[in-house]
């Protein structure tokens, strides 16, 4: 195997341990929906502003590298991946359909 290929190999794994690291920090990451905002603009009136479905009007999701610690989880108490925090409601809020 050439240099290049190694040092392609461990840049890669370094990438890999710093974005699981932070993961485990930051586990969430603005909303992809409404950029962070919490509120989407309504485009059939014009104007208006309506919350955010994806987020439930909180502007912040979780990561998929977090969601995928989650599911590797083996401490079966798991005390160091439970979120504290979610942003989501458990019942978030529903558009009245008239």
């Known amino acids: 195997m050439s240099t290049a290929g190694t040092f392609l190999i461990l840049v890669a794994i370094g990438y890999a341990l710093l974005y699981a690291l932070a993961c485990l920090i930051f586990p969430f990451r603005a909303c992809k929906h409404c950029h962070g905002r919490g509120t989407r603009q309504n485009r059939l009136i014009g104007g208006g502003f309506r919350q955010c479905t994806r987020c439930a009007g909180t502007g912040r999701a979780i990561r998929p590298g977090r969601k995928v610690l989650e599911k ?6 798991g005390r160091w991946s439970k979120i504290t925090g979610d942003p ?7 558009r009245r359909r008239w």
């Not at 590797?72 to 108490?77: A, G, I, M, R, V």
């Open 72 to 77: 590797l989880n083996t401490d079966p108490s």
């Open 88 to 94: 989501r409601p458990l019942t978030p809020r529903r």
